[in-house]
T-cell receptor
């Protein structure tokens, strides 16, 4: 079945460091790909999305490119801030209907 | 435009009891999905409702059931609660429809603790 794999955390970075969180997926058809963020004690917020191959999603300085050839959707940010500390979930939506399949999440802590 | 809202925020129940969680979808959205997020894990799909009909179900037993109302709000009911049902329950709405593929927007969740 469809699945999402992402790098295990926790990840700890200093402020202004470069961030990469790896995500790969397995899916039949052509899924949409998402990154959601969950701040402590809160629900999920959509961070960015891409709906077809080579699309680049971007928001708040975060970027991810839909790479069909490598079945990847890695999240990057050039300079992280303390306020970026959260859990990041890579996810896909199957072509058949709207069910979203999530990866296990990667916890990010940014220290001053 | 109001976002997805859920009630209650927190809930404590004992094993064997029944619980009802509520969700109001985002304005203009006709599809509601429910997810269970255990501590330290990613959300797991429970089921989805479109126009008051169940439109897909994950690997959850029948004691997890739901409803969607004409105004597209929804309820999640869990009978015979077990300790492992302790989790954050998330509701998400979208405008995708029965065969649609659209972004899901999540509510803040209901934290259920089963003692």
């Amino acid at each position: 079945g469809d699945s999402v794999t992402q790098m295990e955390g926790p990840v700890t970075l200093s402020e202004e460091a470069f961030l990469t969180i790896n995500c790969t997926y397995t899916a039949t058809g052509y899924p949409s790909l998402f990154w959601y963020v969950q701040y402590p004690g809160e629900g999920l917020q959509l961070l960015l999305k891409a709906t077809k191959a080579d699309d680049k999603g971007s928001n708040k300085g975060f970027e991810a490119t839909y790479r069909k050839e490598t079945t990847s959707f890695h999240l990057e940010k050039g300079s992280v801030q303390v306020s970026d500390s959260a859990v990041y979930f890579c996810a896909l939506s199957a072509a058949s209907y709207d069910k979203v399949i999530f990866g296990p999440g990667t916890s990010l802590s940014v220290i001053p | 435009e109001t976002g997805v809202t859920q009630s209650p925020t927190h809930l404590i129940k004992t094993r064997g009891q029944q619980v009802t969680l509520r969700c109001s979808s985002q304005s203009g959205h006709n599809t509601v999905s429910w997810y269970q997020q255990a501590l330290g894990q990613g959300p797991q799909f429970i089921f989805q409702y479109y126009r008051e009909e169940e439109n897909g179900r994950g690997n959850f037993p029948p004691r997890f059931s739901g409803l969607q109302f004409p105004n597209y709000s929804s309820e999640l009911n869990v009978n015979a609660l077990e300790l492992d049902d302790s989790a954050l329950y998330l509701c998400a709405s979208s405008a995708g429809g029965a065969l649609g593929k659209d972004t899901q927007y999540f509510g803040p969740g209901t934290r259920l603790t089963v003692l």
